[in-house]
């Protein structure tokens, strides 16, 4: 039997229960699919000693400050997890779980959202479902043949599993930096951290606090028809540096156990090997290397360019009006991947999509 609803919501993360609040304020019916069996989204895959950029109150959703974690420390991947389910239950948000969606489709004057618990027929559909998901793997010579152990970002949790081990971190972003220093710090690992580039760390007092700032005001530089310069008062951070300095990385850095290596030109049997011929045996190799959007679900739309991309206005498709994009990053509205600033682009989504629904 097919649903009818206003909305469907794919995706029950962050910007998913965003969305729901803002579209339960505009009197929308809507449900919200989420494939996951329990609340929090990807902050329950997260490794151990994963904490925020930034306090409590500066990493919260629309209409509820996150509580402060005991201890006074930035919150941890757990409290956020905690903070994500007491909000999906303050809000009474429709969210149905084990639900996942397989394809979106026209459908006459309306989308069909087939899922493999049933099918619904919504007026707008909003794509909330992130990267986690989509963990993106480089094309490196000979990563194949490696006889170690390969993870991505997503597989790692702690140090534990590599006690007296060689492991290689591949990456100069903030997962990168973050787990190398995870590792580092434990004492029993051996670690090798490996960059395209040499890394850059942020100066020390900037926070998400500040990075939420330079993306409002990216926003509004933009929006004023300004151009996006890459400076750090229109451009976002690039001109600062990658990585956010949290404790535990201050803490490698200073104690000299976070020095990058130059990216290796290939992976053999037994390790990686630089250009210069130089190699090293290692027991695991982290790949540390981002991730893709998680849009396979919108295929049969075909919206995506040649490269890959589907072009937006703001969050809205724009060769499809009835679509919604939200929360994948700069794309889909400034720092709309983080918890602070998906609110803005979710609100805006949900008056687009009132006005839509009160014309038709």
Not at 20 to 31: A, I, P, Q, S, T
Not at 100 to 110: F, K, S
Not at 123 to 140: D, E, H, K, N, Q
Not at 173 to 199: C, E, F, H, M, Y
């Amino acid at each position: 039997m097919t649903q009818h609803v206003d909305v469907v919501v794919v995706g029950g993360g962050q910007a998913g229960l965003a969305a729901g609040y803002h579209l339960r304020r505009e009197g929308l019916d809507f449900v919200i699919l989420d494939a996951g069996t329990a609340p929090g989204g990807s902050w329950q895959h997260m490794w151990d000693s994963l904490h925020l950029f930034s306090p409590a109150e500066h990493s919260s959703l629309p209409g509820r400050l996150m509580p402060a974690q005991a201890g006074g420390t930035s919150p941890d991947a757990g409290h956020v997890v905690d903070y994500l389910a007491d909000y999906e239950k303050r809000y009474d948000l429709p969210v149905q779980r084990g639900t996942r969606v397989e394809a979106i489709c026209r459908d006459g004057d309306r989308l069909l959202v087939e899922a493999d618990t049933g099918t619904w027929r919504p007026r707008v559909v909003i794509s909330a479902t992130g990267t986690w998901s989509r963990p993106l793997l480089p094309a490196v010579p000979g990563r194949g043949v490696f006889t170690g152990r390969q993870l991505h970002t997503v597989n790692y949790r702690s140090p534990a599993a590599f006690a007296g081990q060689h492991v290689i971190v591949v990456g100069g972003g903030n997962s990168g930096a973050q787990i190398a220093a995870d590792l580092a710090l434990d004492g029993k690992v051996k670690v090798t951290w490996v960059t395209q580039r040499p890394p850059r760390f942020l100066p020390d007092d900037i926070d998400g606090r500040a990075l939420f700032d330079v993306a409002t005001a990216r926003r509004r530089a933009l929006d004023a028809g300004r151009s996006d310069t890459g400076r750090s008062d229109t451009g976002g951070v690039a001109s600062l540096g990658d990585i956010v300095v949290v404790p535990p990385v201050r803490a490698a850095r200073d104690a000299d156990l976070l020095k990058a290596s130059p990216m290796f030109v290939r992976v053999d049997r037994d390790g990686v090997v630089w250009v210069d011929g130089t190699r090293a045996e290692a027991d695991a190799v982290i790949w540390c290397t981002g991730f893709r959007p998680a849009l396979s679900h919108l295929a049969p739309l075909q919206l995506r360019s040649t490269r890959g991309h589907i072009a937006t206005e703001g969050t809205l498709a724009v060769d499809e009006p009835r679509l919604h994009l939200l929360g994948y990053g700069d794309w889909t509205g400034p720092a709309s991947a983080t918890l602070i600033g998906v609110g803005r682009p979710a609100r805006e989504a949900a008056r687009e999509i009132a006005a839509l629904c009160a014309r038709n």
